[in-house]
C-alpha cells in the first residue's frame, strides 16, 4: 500500500499538485499497518491518518471512525495511537460517522473530558444534539459542559476575529473575469480533484496574464512571483465571477491564496477578493468558503502591489503608508463574522447549535454574533416574489435586503457540478436530505461521456438515491426540465446551475456548496433581492 501510495505522490508531484485523499481502501490497509508498524514508517503512516482522509461521511472517514472508536473502545489497538489520541483524531472529523462514538464516550468514565472538549468545537450534530441534551439532563457533567460551551460559543470565540489591519499582495486581472476563465468548461471532468482542477484557472492568454502553457495551464508562474513577497494574496479583477454559478472556480481560486483547512486534504479556505462588481452567485459562493469577498474600486491597484487593508475602517492604503488608495464599504457587517467563523455555512449551523443549546438551558438569544441589518417595512404591499420568499419562511412576505433563511422544497444538481455537490454534501455529514425533492440529472455528460463521467454515473446515483433523493439516469433529459414539470406554484428552490429558473414558483441559483447546504438542511441563506410587482387590470 505504501508504495502504491508514494507511487501516485511522485505521478501527482509531476503534475504540480498533492496526492489525492485516501480511500476506503487505502484507509482499510493503512489500519493494519498501523496495528503493527514497519519500522521506520511510524511517522509517516500516523500523518497519513491524521491528516490525508476526507472528514465528513466520506467512506474512508467511515473506515477510519470505526477504527479509532474500536481503539477508545479497547477492540483494538496501535502502539502509535492510545485512546487518548484515538479520541483527539475523532475529534478532527467534523461530523457523520464520528458523533455516535464520541457521545457514547461521554459516558465513559476515562475518556468523558476529552470527548467533551471535541464535541464542544464540533457543529455538525444534527439530531444527535439531543443525545447530548438527554445526557446533560440526566446529570452527566461532562454533556452539561459541552452544552454550556455551545451555548456560550466557544466554538466562535475560540476561533480569531479579524485583524484590524491586512497586509496583501495583489494579484490583478484586469477586465471581466468570467467563472468559466477560473473553472473552464472542458477541464469540468477535474472539478472534484481540485489543486489538479485549479491549474487550468486563468489558462488562456489574456491582457497582464502569462500562462505556463496557453490553453492547458494557467499563470504557475505568476503566482508564485506574487505569493514570494511573503503576504497573503488578494484576486483582484474589475469584474470577477459573471457567468454559470461554479464553486469550483472559487475553489480554484482558494487553492492558490486560501489557508489550509487542518485535517482536510486537498482543500482550503479563507482568502481576499475584491473586485469593482462581484458577481452576485460568486460572491456568495465565497462567503461560503471564508472567504472575504469586497467590492471596491480597484483601478489604482495593479499586480504586485501590497497594500493595507482597513476591514473596519473601510479604506485601503499603500503598504507602510496612511495614503489611501480607495475605500470600501461592506456588503453587510455579518460577512465579519462569516470570515471568523470559517465561511457562512459554518457560521449558520453554528448559530444554529448555539441557540439550540441556549434555548436547552432556558437561556435568552445570544449576543455573540452580528445580527444582520433589515429593511424598514414600507407598509407597502408586497410583490409576487416576495409573497413566495414570505411563505417559506413563515412571513407575510419578506422586503428586498431582508436576510432570511426559507425553506427550500426544491434542489437541482446538474452533472459537472454533481461530484462537487457529493463531496459538499460528505463535509456537511449529510446522511439524509431535508428538502422534498432532490434531483440529480447527467444531462451535460449523457451524450460523449469520458471516462470520468462514466465512473460519476455509475455512483452517484446510489449517493443520491440513499439519502432520500432523486437520481435520472443518462439520456433522460435536461435538469430544468425535469424540475419544471415537477414544481408546485408556490416552490421555492435552487439549483446549481446559473439558469436554474422556475416558470412556477421562483428560484435562486447557487453554487455547488450552497446547493448541497440546501438539500441537507431543507433551508438556504438569502438576502432577498429587489422584484418588480407588476399589476394587470381590466
Given amino acids: 500500500m505504501l508504495e502504491a501510495y508514494r507511487q501516485h505522490v511522485e505521478e501527482r508531484a509531476a503534475e504540480g499538485v498533492p496526492a489525492k485523499p485516501l480511500n476506503a481502501e487505502q484507509v482499510a490497509a493503512l489500519i493494519e499497518l498501523l496495528k503493527t508498524p514497519p519500522a521506520g514508517e511510524e511517522e509517516f503512516i500516523l500523518d497519513l491518518i491524521t491528516n490525508r482522509v476526507p472528514p465528513g461521511v466520506d467512506e474512508a472517514a467511515y473506515v477510519k471512525a470505526g477504527f479509532l472508536t474500536a481503539i477508545a473502545k479497547c477492540e483494538a489497538s496501535s502502539p502509535l495511537i492510545d485512546k487518548i489520541h484515538a479520541v483527539k483524531l475523532l475529534g478532527t472529523m467534523q461530523g457523520g460517522y464520528n458523533i455516535v462514538s464520541m457521545v457514547e464516550l461521554l459516558d465513559n468514565e476515562e475518556l468523558a473530558r476529552e470527548a467533551g472538549e471535541q464535541l464542544k468545537h464540533t457543529l455538525l450534530m444534527f439530531d444527535a444534539f439531543h443525545d447530548v441534551e438527554e445526557r446533560a439532563k440526566n446529570g452527566n457533567s461532562v454533556a452539561k459542559d459541552v452544552i454550556q460551551s455551545w451555548a456560550e460559543a466557544e466554538w466562535f470565540l475560540s476561533k480569531p476575529a479579524l485583524e484590524e489591519k491586512i497586509t496583501l499582495t495583489v494579484f490583478k486581472v484586469p477586465g471581466e473575469t468570467n467563472t468559466d476563465d477560473l473553472s473552464p468548461a472542458p477541464d469540468a471532468w477535474s472539478r472534484p480533484d481540485i489543486p489538479l482542477h485549479a491549474n487550468a484557472m486563468l489558462k488562456n492568454e489574456r491582457d497582464g496574464i502569462v500562462p505556463e502553457v496557453p490553453g492547458s495551464m494557467g499563470p504557475l508562474k505568476q503566482i508564485e512571483e506574487v505569493k514570494a513577497k511573503g503576504f497573503p494574496v488578494a484576486y483582484v479583477g474589475d469584474v470577477v465571477g459573471t457567468g454559470s454559478s461554479r464553486k469550483s472556480a472559487t475553489n480554484s481560486v482558494l487553492w492558490f491564496f486560501g ?217 433522460d433529459g435536461i435538469i430544468h426540465s425535469w424540475l419544471n414539470r415537477m414544481l408546485l406554484p408556490d416552490t421555492v428552490g435552487t439549483g446549481g446551475d446559473s439558469h436554474t429558473r422556475f416558470p412556477l414558483g421562483i428560484s435562486f441559483p447557487a453554487g455547488s456548496g450552497l446547493v448541497a447546504f440546501a438539500a441537507a438542511t431543507g433551508v438556504m441563506p438569502l438576502d432577498m433581492p429587489e422584484s418588480v410587482l407588476v399589476r394587470f387590470k381590466g
Fill in 259 to 475: 489557508d489550509d483547512i487542518p485535517y482536510v486534504p486537498n482543500k482550503r479556505a479563507g482568502g481576499f477578493c475584491f473586485g469593482s462588481k462581484i458577481a452576485p452567485i460568486f460572491f456568495n459562493t465565497m462567503e461560503d468558503s471564508g472567504a472575504l469577498p469586497v467590492e471596491l474600486d480597484v483601478t489604482k491597484l495593479a499586480m504586485g502591489d501590497v497594500i493595507d487593508v482597513y476591514p473596519y475602517a473601510g479604506k485601503v492604503c499603500k503598504h507602510g503608508t496612511d495614503e489611501v488608495i480607495t475605500t470600501f464599504e461592506l456588503k453587510t457587517q455579518l460577512i465579519l463574522d462569516e470570515v471568523r467563523a470559517g465561511g457562512r455555512i459554518p457560521l449558520i449551523i453554528g448559530r444554529g447549535l448555539t441557540g439550540k443549546a441556549r434555548e436547552s438551558l432556558g437561556l435568552e438569544a445570544s449576543d455573540v454574533f452580528r445580527l444582520p441589518d433589515q429593511p424598514k417595512d414600507t407598509g407597502k404591499g408586497f410583490t409576487l416574489a416576495q409573497k413566495m420568499v414570505g411563505k417559506a419562511c413563515g412571513l407575510e412576505g419578506v422586503r428586498p435586503g431582508m436576510y432570511c433563511e426559507p425553506k427550500m422544497s426544491t434542489v437541482g444538481s446538474q452533472d459537472t457540478t454533481g461530484p462537487m455537490t457529493r463531496d459538499e454534501l460528505k463535509d456537511l455529514a449529510c446522511l439524509g436530505f431535508q428538502a422534498d425533492l432532490v434531483m440529480q440529472s447527467f444531462c451535460h455528460t449523457a451524450a460523449y461521456p469520458k471516462p470520468v463521467d462514466v465512473d460519476t454515473h455509475h455512483t452517484l446515483p446510489d449517493f443520491i438515491m440513499n439519502r432520500g433523493g432523486v437520481s435520472l439516469r443518462p439520456g
